[in-house]
C-alpha cells in the first residue's frame, strides 16, 4: 500500500501507480509533446494534493518508511513494521513520536513542558508541548508601539 502524505488516505501500490501514470500522460497530452522530459504533477486521488512525477512511488514501505516490504505480523498493525514511529511533530517543536509505526497524521505532542503565559506576568506551569502558549487573561500592560498608552487587551500573543 501507499498512503498520501497530506490526507493520509491508503491506497494499493499497483492503483497508485496506474493512477499517476494516467494523471501525468492526461496533463502531458493536453499541454505538450515533450512528455518524457518534464516532470509533471500527479494528484492524490482523495485530496487533490500535487506530487512530482519523481514521486510516483516505487517501493512498498511502512507508514513510517523505515522498513521495506514489511512483513504480516498477527500482533501489529497492517502494513506497519512495529518500530517506534520518530516522526518530528507538526508544527515542530524539537519532540518526536513515540508511538509504534501507525498510519494517518502524528497526535499532537504530548510533551510536558513548563511554560508562562504571553505576558510573562504568570508564573511558569507546566503544559502540554502542543498547548504550551497560553493567556492569562490579565490586562496586557505593555506600552504601544505609539510609546503613550498600554495595551488593554487580555494578555495576547503577537506585536505591540
Avoid at 4 to 21: D, L, N, R, S, V
Avoid at 42 to 48: L, N
Wanted: aromatic share 10%; proline share 11%.
Amino acid at each position: 500500500v501507499w498512503s498520501c502524505c497530506a490526507c493520509y488516505c491508503i491506497f494499493h501500490m499497483p492503483c497508485i501507480q496506474k493512477w499517476a501514470k494516467d494523471s501525468i500522460f492526461l496533463v502531458s497530452s493536453l499541454t505538450d509533446d515533450d512528455f518524457e522530459k518534464k516532470d509533471y504533477p500527479w494528484p492524490c486521488p482523495k485530496c487533490r494534493y500535487e506530487y512530482k512525477r519523481s514521486q510516483t512511488p516505487a517501493r512498498y514501505n511502512c507508514y513510517c518508511g523505515k522498513v521495506e516490504d514489511p512483513p504480516l505480523d498477527p500482533w501489529l498493525v497492517p502494513h506497519s513494521c512495529g518500530q517506534v514511529c520518530e516522526t518530528e511533530f507538526k508544527p515542530s517543536c524539537g519532540h518526536k513520536c513515540l508511538l509504534l509505526c501507525h498510519p494517518g497524521p502524528c497526535p499532537p505532542c504530548p510533551k510536558m513542558v513548563t511554560t508562562t503565559c504571553f505576558c510573562k506576568k504568570a508564573k511558569p506551569i507546566p503544559r502540554r508541548c502542543s498547548a504550551k502558549d497560553w493567556s492569562c487573561q490579565q490586562s496586557c500592560g505593555r506600552m504601544l508601539l505609539c510609546g503613550q498608552h498600554k495595551c488593554e487587551n487580555p494578555c495576547h500573543k503577537g506585536i505591540f
